[in-house]
């Protein structure tokens, strides 16, 4: 990105743009972005007149909680809306040695889903149905992919709809999101292409990873017992099973067969219906703890195009660490000192 680009953010307050005179006090704008959760945004304004010698901001209803707030950021002939939330939290500053500030926090509208538990039944149902029933009562559109497996019986038990939803989608592999009014529970996309290349020295500013072995097994084998038909349902995933290699040639399962042989881990702790169940948590799980083989965190010249849930190219870092990574979370920072965005990163072969 050229450099003589100027990093810019625009600020809307219940769909209109911050007054000038307001944005002049904003001293710092950040976002950020995970594929397992709530995405959240602070904003840091100086809050003191010194002309009046009063404070500016703390006493008015124009950051009141509730307050709906869309940021985008980019340079001054680009920029795209990262975030719309609503306010939630206020954190006044009074320092001895510098001018008062006001943090304002916010969240997109899955904070809503972690207010209030509930406990009931869901019979008959796919997760991805469940998912468009909890949306519709939240008043929120539903995106989600076809989860595939109807389930005889689900139990939330005494749960918030986001702890709930999360733990149905970690099951599965698939992740929970909201953007503006849409839930959306997905796949994890990390078989699909890259949408921007990096590379360091150039717009990659740092990178910091770690291949590790410790958490890989060869296999994953998923056994329950089926109540009606007093049998045991047994599933297994191995090498092979992986949902892509992220064009990666050797994956974390062969890394692990090749130096250390074969190893399997056993999870027996879930009550499944069907064979088909068993097969899906099995490969679910299995690329859960392939992914995780490379992980790392990255900082590069702030882009808006860099968000949780896309697949990244990193270059110029020799064969090993060269490739395609899955961002998990991505921080967008817009302060004094420019626009940098903050990565963690994950793939699951070299």
Known sequence: MPDDNVPQFKILVNGAQLPSDTEVDVVGVTVSQYVDGADVFTLELNNWDSNRQEFKWIDTNDFAPGVEVEIKMGYID???????????????????????????????????????????????????????????????????????????FIFQNNQSNIDFLCERARRIRFEVDVEDKTLIFRRAANNLGST???????????????LTTLQQVTEVVVQSWDMKNKAVISAKAKAGDETTKMQGST????????????????IADHVLASGAEADQMAKAQFNAISDVFV??????????????????????????????????????????????THMTVQRNAI
Do not use: W
Request: charged share 25%.
């Open 251 to 266: 994956s974390a399962a062969a890394v692990t067969a090749s130096a250390f042989g074969s190893s399997s881990l056993l």
């Open 196 to 210: 921007l290349t990096l590379a360091f020295g150039d717009n990659l500013k740092s990178f910091c990873p770690r």
């Open 295 to 340: 992980t790392g965190e990255a900082t590069a010249i702030g882009s808006a195009d860099i968000r949780a849930g896309q697949v990244v190219e990193f270059t110029k870092l020799g064969k090993l660490f060269s490739g395609l990574y899955y961002v998990t979370a991505a921080g967008h920072a817009i302060r004094r000192n420019g626009y940098l």
């Open 78 to 152: 680009t920029s795209s809306s990262l975030i719309k939330g609503e306010i939630t939290a206020l954190e006044p500053e009074y320092p001895s040695d510098k001018a008062p500030t006001l943090k304002i926090t916010g969240y997109d509208r899955l904070h809503r889903f972690r207010r209030g538990r509930h406990t009931r039944s869901f019979v008959n149902v796919k997760d991805s149905e469940v998912a468009e029933q909890i949306a519709r009562e939240m008043k929120l559109r539903a995106q989600v992919d076809d989860s595939q497996i109807t389930h005889p």
